[in-house]
């Protein structure tokens, strides 16, 4: 038996007790298959069900729907370019995210059209990107981490995704509880674990943990469930999640939870959800857990085909006590935003339309975001945020539109790139043999236009109509203004 498959086998052979042979062996040859490649589809920048069809024919993908998500399918065959390689990726038109993780964020109920939401452990924001998916942009998020250099990784997710009302933190979860009851609408806890999945990938490699390590990661995980349920408001709904099938960091989290607090949540039952039996477990070894566990989703590989996981849908009936305390705090004015004037908000409104013939009025009003700038800049800024956390500090937030050079609106990679599939002004199309140089980052020399080089930043496009980023035109050539491609 290869070394792999024996370390494999020592940690599926703990489950012995709620697993049979016959489910240990087939977990066992599961392994063999590759996971497939799953992507999400980005319903702010296109119509999934028309990109899925483009990018399959483009790049001679074979793709299977994931059922339980509207906007995500399984890339079961590739023969060209691979997909965390494409354009379309690049401009963050899809999300390359394994199947068992798109699971958490599709068990909301969604009852609030504009809910507040809270990711407590965030990065690097694959989940995020799935809240802002289902909201349509339109709740408010605070995604959080407590990692400082885990940030970066999530501003950039977030940027490329192109969600407006969402802002990133780094703080304790732990706290959030204290700082803020019974608050949010939604709160998602994909809390941090040892990854104990039974089913290792290239990127999710097998290590074998000790009983003493998930002791600890559940010890961690009631504080962050605690502070989470105390965080959401009566009747909100909380995911808790785990990519480990361990009982310690799953089951046992949330019983400890159950028996501390009886009245004051429920776990929905999830038995419709999926077309395979996934209950969660009530008796591991010799520890007996709540009855209502067997609502839970407990996804084992070899019966579902994807990765391991666990996962929650957790309803608050009553308050968890909690003590109120102060959380972070920094004036508004020390971020050095500041409320457009309605001259200049008018001027930008107007070159917007007048370029691109695009309304931005109209989106500001629709996602309840508002103009502001800072040192020049302007940015879509959640109303939310100003609302109701004016003053805790972030990382990041909204959306950076563009600048005024003078008098000229210069917009930035992320409006054109979230915004330039309704344009329907300011569009250069190229032709399909200079795609590759553009996409490679360089300039195109003598483009075919009939508008006269003046320096205007327009939306390049390819025959197909593939949002390609932002050129700058000029004498004799397109200036090639797509970011660098990240290392």
């Not at 924001?125 to 400082?148: E, M, P, Q, V, Y």
């Not at 040892?194 to 999710?204: F, G, T, W």
Request: aromatic content about 8%; some cysteine; glycine content about 6%.
């Amino acid at each position: 038996m290869p070394d792999v498959n024996r370390k494999l086998y020592e940690s599926i052979k703990r489950f012995k007790s709620v697993l049979s042979e016959e489910d240990i062996q087939s977990l066992l040859e599961i392994q063999d298959y590759p996971l497939p490649i799953g992507i999400r589809l980005n319903p702010l920048k296109t119509n999934p069900e028309k990109a899925i069809r483009d990018l399959s024919k483009r790049y001679s993908w074979e793709v299977q729907p994931i059922p339980f998500c509207e906007t995500c399918w399984n890339i079961t065959n590739y023969s060209n370019l691979s997909p965390g390689m494409t354009i379309e990726h690049r401009m963050g038109q899809y999300y390359i995210q394994d199947a068992a993780s798109m699971v958490p964020v599709s068990l909301f109920e969604l009852k609030e059209n504009h809910p507040i939401i809270l990711d407590m452990t965030a990065s690097p924001g694959g989940k995020t990107t799935h809240l802002i998916d289902r909201t349509r942009d339109r709740g408010f998020i605070i995604a959080n981490d407590a990692s400082k250099g885990r940030i970066p990784a999530l501003r950039s997710v977030l940027s490329a995704w192109g969600g407006i009302n969402v802002t990133v933190t780094n703080f304790p979860g732990e706290a959030i509880g204290d700082w803020y009851p019974e608050t949010f609408d939604l709160v998602l806890l994909d809390a941090p674990c040892s990854m104990e999945n039974l089913r290792p990938a290239p990127n999710h490699p097998l290590r074998q943990t000790t009983a003493d390590e998930r002791l600890r990661l559940q010890e961690r995980q009631i504080q962050l469930l605690t502070s989470g349920l105390q965080t959401l408001k009566i009747g909100g709904q909380l995911v808790y999640a785990t990519c480990s099938l361990a009982p310690e960091e799953d089951e046992a989290v949330i019983d400890a939870l159950l028996q501390t607090h009886p009245n004051a949540i429920q776990i929905e039952d999830l038995s419709d959800h999926f077309g395979f039996a996934a209950k969660g477990l009530t008796q591991f070894n010799h520890r007996v857990y709540h009855p209502q566990l067997l609502h839970a989703l407990r996804l084992w590989p070899h019966l579902t085909g994807i990765s391991g996981f666990f996962c929650a849908l957790i309803t608050k009936q009553n308050v968890i006590p909690f003590i109120k305390s102060t959380p972070p705090s920094r004036e508004f004015h020390k971020t050095e935003l500041k409320s457009v004037e309605k001259n200049i908000k008018t001027k930008v409104l107007h070159q917007i339309s007048e370029n691109y013939g695009f309304d931005l009025s109209k989106i500001t009003d629709d996602l309840s975001v508002e103009l502001y700038c800072r040192h020049g800049q302007f940015f879509l800024i959640p109303i939310r945020y100003l609302q109701q956390f004016k003053t805790l500090p972030y990382e990041y937030i909204g959306l950076p539109l563009g600048r005024l050079i003078e008098g000229e609106f210069e917009p930035s990679h992320e409006f054109i790139s979230r915004f330039g599939h309704r344009f329907t002004r300011g569009i250069i199309q190229i032709k399909d043999s200079d795609v590759k140089q553009w996409v490679d980052g360089r300039d195109l020399r003598h483009p075919e236009i009939n508008l006269t080089p003046a320096g205007q930043y327009l939306l390049v496009t390819d025959q197909a109509g593939r949002n390609l980023g932002m050129g700058k035109l000029l004498p004799k050539r397109l200036r090639n203004m797509l970011p660098r491609k990240s290392v």
